[in-house]
């Protein structure tokens, strides 16, 4: 019991607690009851969100018991296979108190929200789960825009004194002056108490104005209390330092379970109660919590830097204490396993493993059904282990299930342990052998590149032989990365004459020479684009299954092995209905001028979801009245669900030759967006137009004396407040208008309900497979023929704008118009268009509608009509009139294009031979 750390104040109440989406019939004990008039509340604002689980198969707390020799022993809980969920709300900690102490034995709760109020949850593992159930993963659990729980969750270290509730309560509130006066409550955890071993695990919950903000700002706290001197590193069994405050950095997850009901106590076990405490008040305020600056940033690092050094001698004795107590047990399952392997062998797999987080080949793993199989066995056979549960691979007597392997990553295969707060191990395969022999470059060369090949890992693109980093971006390969990963798959040996045996050898940089310089002849699959989220090609093929995808070219990774929600194939009219709601949800807000405007952002977000798939598509503008009005922020969301990221702003080009190095770079970087912000003056660009319409682009290779042809998947955006695109521009970007309809001056105090770039960042599976299921519909109905075409974007019109036109024909988007009528409206309006109207019309009034004339003539006869010599002026003038040379150019680069029934032509040459020109009725 408490005696003088409890708190002169418990929690004695029950308050009003409301399950989502219905009001409580009557007043709880201990809180009076208000009237439907009643005015709203600051805790009716800011409820937050809890999610009770039920398991249909057990305890998912805790349960205790004492053994034959009267020791007290912990069962863990039953895993959840099927169970139910229930949201409710929690206005205040009173309430959240309240449902914490009404859990059963077979309940938990998560802080995450899942779409509906209420249903079933099974486990990833259930095959044909029932129609409506989902899976407690990221996908389904989410923490939202408004208020939720933050749980800190409190373990004392083995060789340390625990902290007495009121020592904990007040280290986290001293580590950051926002902590000091909110409202926290305290519970001591299930283990707690029991027979007699006093409060041991403790948790403080807060509730937070921004649920989405929990895992940034539980961050926050935990370098903070870095800062303060409460960091630490622990040591494993095996050696590895494992970084340590005094509250768990890896319980911010919307999907985590929090078991905080009761434990089940068993045959003797007595438990003594702790009341909960609550103190301080009001709820913590998201944008009080601040990053680190950088000066604290650097101070922790230095911190940091310090500790990991003290414990440098430890890790080391560690270790060797690790692989000497488990080198011979590895043994003996390896030569159960049929593997032949030495102990130095053995050493070495060990320290890989230990140090640099590799399993090599021959590396044992221990199945959750408690079975041997090889690191190498697991390879090989994908379709069999890929998602299989395992034990730790370090500490596998610890836990069963632990870690599970990926297998279908698209990237390198790993093995991920949540043991320690999580470790993520790479799958290597036991290294090839190569025997280096003196003349035999080609036969060398040709084995390396099977290999690499096989491997899974190597591409080329552009001519050149390229990887995928760890984020996800395409890499050229260089000689010196390109030695250090074949040394990694392949062992070299070459014969040594003085021992008169096969010694090991360096891999001759003939090889890696011969491998970078002939990347198109070693047949590595070619890679046009790299993605995390499923898409669909033009012919209605789903992508869906991570890896490389041979018929189109693109890499599908995920480093998560929740499954991507499945996309009907044949979804139902309420299907897209609710489809199009998630898609449209971020984008509602925005102040669109009309019908076609809102179009225009439905047909990029659309094309944000298969872009990579098509070979070529528009580009898309934003134009605003006034700064401020949202064009910007549009743009990034719909950079976002395209990248995965918000993509970077770029100031538009103004020179032809810095464009085209511009969009060749991107292009063979395998670039996604590129957003031009902000564009002050007008856009024309040649090769800005040939990205929209053509799938490659061919530039020099900086650095190289060498051309090549990039294919690229490139998603163009540009923004400007009075955004004006010349020329065919007009005809290759759909452009957006925005009109907040308000003052200027007061256009950047507006404010969005909802912050539509974190929704679409936090949101973007949902809303790509948002996307795809308004495409399956159109799929689905045969591809039918409900627009025309669309010049040099064939695929696009029949995918994205077809769909769109589609929808609005089947009453599924009221208020959507075909995009296209966006693009007429500002085709019409190109300055460029009204240039060669008003050229044309001064030449046939000029010469008549057959007459001949020379540039020069047009000049010359022009000057004596008033307003004919100034758009002349406008079109190629400088400061000493009109130049003939550059009108020349202008007519030339305009030849056959119409405007109202008339187009300018060549018309053969005078006595001079000089250009004659001349214009034809169509």
């Known amino acids: 019991m408490w005696t003088t750390e409890s708190p002169s104040a418990l929690v004695k109440t029950t308050p009003t607690e409301v399950v989502d989406g219905a009001a409580p019939a009557t007043a709880t004990a201990g809180v009076e009851a208000t009237s439907d008039m009643a005015p709203a509340t600051t805790a009716v604002e800011h409820r937050a969100a809890v999610t009770i689980l039920t398991n249909d198969n057990g305890n998912l707390t805790k349960t205790f018991f004492l053994d034959e020799g009267g020791t007290v022993q912990k069962q863990a809980a039953a895993k959840l296979v099927y169970g139910r969920y229930q949201v409710r709300h929690a206005p205040d900690l009173d309430a959240l108190n309240t449902i914490l102490d009404s859990l059963a034995p077979t309940q938990a709760v998560t802080y995450g929200r899942p779409v509906t109020a209420e249903g079933v949850v099974v486990a990833q593992s259930v095959k044909g789960p029932a129609a409506g159930a989902i899976t407690r993963t990221r996908e389904n659990f989410q923490f939202g825009d408004d208020a939720g729980v933050l749980m800190l969750d409190y373990d004392p270290p083995k060789d340390r004194v ?40 403790q948790r403080i919950y807060l509730i937070v104005s921004k649920a989405s903000a929990i895992p940034r700002i539980g961050k926050v706290i935990f370098d903070r209390l870095w800062l303060a001197g409460f960091g630490y590193y622990a040591l494993s069994k095996s050696g590895q330092l494992l970084e340590r405050a005094p509250i768990d950095l890896s319980v911010w997850k919307p999907e985590g379970l929090d078991f905080a009901a009761n434990p089940v106590l068993n045959n003797g076990i007595a438990r003594a109660s702790y009341e909960s405490e609550i103190t301080g008040g009001g709820l913590l305020d998201a944008t009080q919590v601040q990053e680190l600056t950088a000066d604290e940033i650097v101070e922790l690092k230095a911190i940091k830097s310090a500790a990991r050094a003290a414990m440098t001698p430890h890790v080391q004795t560690a270790k060797e ?29 060990l320290d890989r493993a230990t140090a640099q987080r590799t399993l090599m080949g021959d590396f044992p793993l221990l199945t959750a059904e408690r079975k041997w199989v090889t690191v190498g066995a697991v390879l090989d056979n994908p379709d069999k282990w890929h998602g299989t549960r395992f034990a730790d691979p370090l500490e596998p007597e610890v836990d069963g299930r632990v870690a599970w392997v990926n297998l279908r990553s698209g990237g390198k295969p790993y093995l991920y342990s949540h043991l320690h707060h999580g470790t ?24 390396m590149a099977q290999l690499l090949k096989k491997s899974g890992q190597m591409y080329e693109r552009a001519g050149v032989m390229v990887y995928v980093n760890d984020d996800g971006k395409i890499v050229q390969a260089i000689a010196t990365w390109m030695k250090v990963f074949v040394h990694r798959h392949c062992r070299f040996e070459q014969f040594n004459e003085r021992k008169k045996e096969m010694v090991v050898a360096e891999c001759p940089q003939g090889v890696i020479n011969g491998l970078l310089a002939n990347a198109a002849q070693t047949r590595m699959p070619r890679l046009i684009a790299v993605r995390d989220v499923p898409t669909m090609e033009a012919s209605g093929r789903v992508i869906a299954t991570p890896g490389y995808d041979e018929q189109s070219g693109i890499l599908l990774i995920s480093e998560q092995f929740s499954k991507w929600p499945a996309i009907r194939k044949a979804p139902s009219a309420s299907d897209l209905k609710t489809a199009l709601q998630i898609l449209w949800k971020p984008f509602q807000q925005f102040p669109y001028v009309s019908a076609a405007d809102k179009s225009v952002v439905l047909a990029a977000v659309l094309t944000a979801a298969v872009r990579c798939c098509l070979r070529t598509a528009p580009g898309f503008g934003f134009s605003a009245t006034a700064p401020g009005t949202g064009k910007t922020l549009l743009a990034q969301c719909i950079g976002a669900l395209y990248d995965g990221n918000a993509p ?69 955006l540009a923004t400007g407040n009075g955004l004006q695109l010349v020329g065919d521009l007009n005809r290759r970007f759909f452009t957006c208008r925005l009109d907040a309809q308000v003052d200027s001056s007061k256009v950047a105090g507006r404010q969005f309900d909802l912050e539509p770039l974190g929704y679409c960042l936090q949101n973007r599976l949902a809303m790509i497979t948002a996307a795809l299921t308004l495409i399956q519909g159109y799929v689905n109905a045969g591809f039918p023929a409900v627009c025309d075409g669309l010049a040099s974007m064939d695929d696009w019109n029949k995918l994205v704008r077809s769909t769109i036109v589609w929808l609005a024909q089947q009453g599924v988007t009221e208020g959507f118009v075909d995009p296209k009528v966006a693009l007429l409206r500002d085709s019409a309006n190109d300055p460029e268009a009204a240039a060669l109207a008003g050229v044309l019309e001064m030449v046939k009034a000029t010469f008549g509608p057959n007459g001949k004339f020379t540039v020069a003539e047009l000049i010359k006869r022009s000057a004596g009509t008033e307003g004919w010599a100034e758009l002349l002026k406008d079109i190629a003038g400088d400061q000493r009139g009109v130049d003939a040379r550059r009108l020349g150019q202008w007519l030339l680069k305009r030849e056959g294009r119409i405007s109202n029934r008339l187009s300018i032509k060549r018309a053969g040459l005078n006595r001079t031979k000089t250009v004659l020109w001349g214009i034809s009725e169509v």
Request: aromatic share 4%.
């Open 162 to 201: 625990a902290f007495s509730p009121s020592e904990l309560l007040q280290t986290v509130r001293g580590c950051y002056g926002v902590l000091d006066k909110v409202a926290m409550l305290w519970r001591a955890s299930a283990s707690s108490g029991v027979n007699g071993r006093g409060i041991t695990g």
């Open 321 to 349: 204490e690790y692989i000497k107590e488990v080198a011979p047990m590895m043994a003996e399952q390896l030569k159960r396993l049929n593997v032949d392997a030495d102990s130095a062998a053995i050493s070495v797999m």
């Open 424 to 447: 993520k191990y790479r799958l290597d395969r036991a290294p090839a052998l190569i025997e280096v022999t003196a003349g035999e470059l080609p036969r060398m060369v040709d084995s």
């Open 648 to 716: 970077a702003v770029s100031a538009p080009i103004t020179h032809e030759e810095e464009w085209s190095k511009s969009l060749f770079s991107s292009a063979l970087a395998g670039a996604g967006t590129l957003l031009f912000d902000n564009a002050e003056h007008a856009i024309e660009s040649a090769s800005l137009c040939a990205v929209t319409t053509a799938p490659a682009i061919k530039g020099r290779v900086l650095g190289e004396s060498r051309e090549a042809e990039a294919e690229h998947r490139l998603l163009v």
